[in-house]
């Protein structure tokens, strides 16, 4: 699942946050990047039920900073280019 998350989410600790979130859920390895329009875009790999879990904290949890919304995308996993663990910061 690719997120993209709006809202002043730069500068706050979103990213490290989104981090600690995947880590907390377990099983999913991936990034959180800062892009040069604002938005945090989430790389998370996995099983649907935990991606949807990290998905449902990035619109509606207590997240650093403030989220005006969130677009993802669902792709099936492609294992041969995910990391093969950890969650990074970009």
């Not at 998350?5 to 730069?10: A, E, F, S, T």
């Not at 981090?19 to 649907?48: C, K």
């Not at 005006?68 to 492609?78: A, L, M, Q």
């Amino acid at each position: 699942m690719t997120a993209w998350v709006r809202g002043r989410v730069q500068g706050v600790g979103f990213r490290w946050w989104t981090r600690v979130r995947a880590l907390e859920i377990g099983g999913l390895t991936g990034s959180a990047s800062n892009l040069a329009d604002g938005r945090v875009q989430v790389d998370a790999y996995g099983d649907r039920a935990r991606c949807a879990l990290l998905l449902d904290w990035l619109r509606n949890g207590d997240t650093p900073g403030r989220v005006d919304g969130v677009t993802e995308i669902w792709r099936p996993s492609d294992r041969a280019t995910a990391p093969a663990e950890g969650f990074a910061i970009k």
